[in-house]
């Protein structure tokens, strides 16, 4: 069965150091949704991707986040420099772009900052 | 800006009983998905529904659509040990082709006990 990847699975970093996070949806899935989720939060959406192209990026603190999909496959989520308050889990999900929008998350990526 | 409402936010329920979980939205929508998460686990899909009187069932769970009321509920009955977990509403704006962000509740942490 067709699952989104993502690596690393955890990840321990200390403030100020750069961190870097992939994604790899399913395949044929032209749109890719990067989320943060908070301990105890729904997740939030930090940008969305249509193919290569950013759809919303409107949630992304671009002082220190940037996100790229530079074929349109696969997605990069970087973080520099890392704060206290990056610690969460960061999700991947991906889906077809049809009206049915059925979104598919990825196992995520629990990021600690000391 | 679209809110998304889920209540109650903790649930204690015996084994065998009934209950629902609600999921109010603040702006038109026509379209809104549950999600269940186990602890430090990825979202998994369980319901899409797509119109107004829309109804889903798998199991012991039931989810419905009321697009005017701007309302989900998730109904579980006769409650399994299984079935703890935390469930998640969500919600998008899409009203095209294209794929959309979800709008997230802050979920619904389920314990069934004995």
């Known amino acids: 069965e067709a699952e989104v990847a993502q690596s690393p699975r955890y990840k321990i970093t200390e403030k100020s150091q750069a961190v870097a996070f992939w994604c790899d949806p399913i395949s044929g899935h032209a749109t890719l949704y990067w989320y943060r989720q908070i301990l105890g939060q729904g997740p939030e959406l930090l940008v969305q991707?249509?193919?290569?192209?950013?759809?919303?990026d409107s949630q992304l603190p671009k002082d220190r986040f940037s996100a790229e999909r530079l074929k349109g496959v696969d997605s990069t989520l970087k973080i520099q420099p890392a704060e206290l308050g990056d610690s969460a889990m960061y999700l991947c999900?991906?889906?077809?772009?049809?009206?049915?929008?059925?979104?598919?998350f990825g196992p995520g990526t629990r990021l600690t900052v000391l | 800006e679209l809110k998304v409402e889920q209540n109650p936010l903790f649930l204690s329920m015996q084994e065998g009983k009934n209950y629902t979980i609600y999921c109010n939205y603040s702006t038109t929508s026509d379209r809104l998905y549950w999600y269940r998460q186990d602890p430090g686990k990825s979202l998994e899909s369980l319901f899409v529904l797509l119109s107004n009187g829309a109804v889903k069932q798998e199991g012991r769970l039931m989810a419905s659509l009321d697009t005017k009321a701007r309302l989900s509920t998730l109904h579980i009955t006769a409650a399994v040990h299984d079935l703890s977990a935390t469930y998640f509403c969500?919600?998008?704006?899409?009203?095209?082709?294209?794929?959309?962000?979800?709008?997230f509740g802050k979920g619904t942490s389920l314990l069934v006990t004995p």
């Open positions: 969500a919600v998008d704006m899409g009203n095209s082709n294209s794929g959309y962000a979800l709008n």
């Open positions: 999900a991906s889906s077809l772009g049809s009206y049915y929008n059925e979104q598919f």
């Open positions: 991707f249509q193919d290569e192209s950013v759809v919303d």
